[in-house]
């Protein structure tokens, strides 16, 4: 059973920083493409960044502006956002997801995802 599971998550006065985690197991992610999403109260879900298995390729959402950084380690079957200079408007459920394909789950349709990690920024 393949799960993706994420950490890190909680409550931050803005300008803060988080660090979200996410382990994947259940299969071999060799070659996957793994990233993140948010979806915040009343809004649709969003991208926020992806990376490839190798060269380590990454993308952001326009809203990132350089504030977010993804990385992963593939020995450990794991992703990492870490979350600088955060706002107000950055309080999301944050997901992980990963897909053999980059283009499959950067247009939001990867094969799994996580449950969401809960991001709370408080003015």
């Known amino acids: 059973q393949v799960q993706l599971v994420e950490s890190g998550g909680g409550l931050v006065q803005a300008g803060g920083s988080l660090r979200l985690s996410c382990a994947a197991s259940g299969r071999t992610f060799t070659g996957y493409t793994m990233g993140w999403f948010r979806r915040a109260p009343g809004k649709e879900r969003e991208f926020v960044a992806a990376i490839t298995w190798s060269p380590g390729s990454t993308v952001y959402g326009d809203f990132v502006k350089g504030r977010f950084t993804i990385s992963r380690d593939n020995a450990k079957n794991a992703v990492y956002l870490q979350m600088n200079s955060l706002k107000p408007e950055d309080t999301a459920v944050y997901y992980c997801?990963?897909?053999?394909?980059?283009?499959?789950?950067?247009?939001?349709?990867?094969?799994?995802w996580g449950q969401g990690t809960q991001v709370t920024v408080s003015s």
């Open positions: 997801a990963a897909d053999a394909r980059f283009f499959t789950l950067r247009t939001g349709l990867p094969d799994y």
